[in-house]
């Protein structure tokens, strides 16, 4: 069956990096497009960016934009979000996803989630 399971959430000071990945198994990886989400306790789970299986073309959340870096390596199944100079308000849950249509800045076009990862940034 299809698998995606991020790591790498941790608490972080503000100011600091961190780098999630999220590992796919049981799917073609290579034509699927792949994007991150987060969800925050009581709020709705939010577009934080996405990368395309044809060419690697990245989307970002403005609120991410300049910080965040999402990258796929496709010969180890793997998507990446290189998350840096961190805010309190990025403190979520993060989740990555597989679509293979529909627009990638809604979480409903997503055919497969993962479990997620917590990140907490303190200020």
């Known amino acids: 069956q299809v698998q995606l399971v991020e790591s790498g959430g941790e608490l972080v000071q503000a100011g600091g990096s961190l780098r999630l990945s999220c590992k796919a198994s049981?799917?073609?990886?290579?034509?699927?497009?792949m994007g991150w989400f987060r969800q925050a306790p009581g709020k709705e789970r939010l577009f934080v960016a996405h990368?395309?299986?044809?060419?690697?073309?990245?989307k970002y959340a403005r609120a991410v934009q300049g910080r965040f870096t999402i990258s796929r390596d496709n010969a180890k199944d793997t998507v990446i979000l290189q998350m840096d100079n961190l805010k309190y308000e990025d403190t979520a849950v993060y989740y990555c996803g597989a679509r293979r249509s529909g627009t990638p800045f809604y979480s409903g076009s997503y055919d497969y989630w993962g479990q997620g990862t917590q990140v907490t940034v303190s200020s």
């Open positions: 990368i395309n299986w044809e060419d690697s073309t990245t």
């Open positions: 049981g799917l073609p990886f290579s034509t699927y497009g």
